[in-house]
């Protein structure tokens, strides 16, 4: 009914030592995420955004340049640049997870 013991046995090693990879590798890729920060850059480098690996604003950089600028394009560069941080962040995300092998197990 169950076959070979030495065979089942070797199975659930394997099945084991599977499961074992897998909760590795989701590990590395949480400390991985854990430690993750996207910057970019628009309006020629005019503004800068860094987010963090939960997509929220840690960082963010004026050039000089913005001081010319009406008050309604400096927020729209801002949100430009904030959300263009977001973007890449979930670009990276998504590469680091195809990268772990992670994606493929589930």
Known sequence: MFGDPEQASQRIDDWQAAVEA????ARE???????LAVTVA??????TATVDHTGRLTTLKLDDRVRAWS??????????ANDAARWALRAE???????????DAT
């Open 22 to 25: 897998s909760a590795a590798r």
């Open 29 to 35: 890729l949480a400390q991985r995420q854990g430690e």
């Open 42 to 47: 628009v309006a020629e480098g005019s503004v």
């Open 71 to 80: 008050l309604e394009k400096l927020s729209r560069t801002v949100i430009e």
């Open 93 to 103: 995300l998504s590469r680091l997870i195809d990268g772990s092998g992670l994606r």
